[in-house]
């Protein structure tokens, strides 16, 4: 109950309407109170009268924003959360894991858009194959891997692809 999830494989409830759902999650958590929910709700633009499945990727994205920012969480789970999102909705969920992150949470975020999750958090982890290769700042990684300043993050994914490449030769 204290923790905070984004699959980023969303599968919902279908049948049910997005408020429903948020309910649901709300009464699991005990929560009785939906002013966070409406808040979020309205920071998102969410219509949440709408049926999970008449709503888009990026809307169903949103619903998990909602449920997972409705509790004061510990510990949040965030699988590539920015698939499906607007620029605005983007910019938003930067702002609460900002917060989250300056309120002392746990967060736990896997992306590869590396330009939105800089601007969030500041400690990062290169996973390759299943394994931690280096962690650190994007400073420090981009000095692990040899990238100058002016080299995108999507060098990182070429010289990973590459290591894999020669590991299965």
Do not use: W
């Not at 279908?14 to 409406?38: C, T, V």
């Not at 449920?67 to 004061?72: C, D, V």
């Not at 939105?116 to 400073?139: D, H, K, M, R």
Request: charge should be positive; glycine fraction near 6%; proline fraction near 3%.
């Amino acid at each position: 109950k204290k923790i905070g999830y984004i699959p980023g494989e969303i599968n919902l409830m279908e049948e049910i309407s997005g408020i429903q759902f948020i309910k649901f999650m709300a009464d699991y958590r005990g929560m009785k109170n939906l002013e966070r929910a409406n808040e979020l709700i309205k920071r998102f633009e969410l219509d949440p009268r709408c049926k999970i499945k008449k709503m888009s990727k990026g809307m169903k994205q949103k619903v998990m924003i909602v449920t997972s920012f409705l509790a004061n969480a510990d510990l949040l789970v965030i699988d590539e959360p920015f698939t499906g999102l607007d620029p605005l909705a983007v910019a938003n969920f930067i702002d609460l894991v900002k917060k989250a992150v300056a309120d002392q949470k746990m967060v736990l975020m896997t992306t590869h858009v590396l330009a939105e999750a800089q601007e969030a958090v500041q400690t990062f982890a290169v996973l390759n194959n299943g394994t931690i290769e280096t962690e650190g700042s994007l400073t420090e990684i981009r000095k692990f891997y040899g990238l100058e300043p002016r080299d995108s993050f999507d060098r990182l994914y070429q010289i990973l692809n590459q290591k894999t490449v020669k590991k299965h030769d």
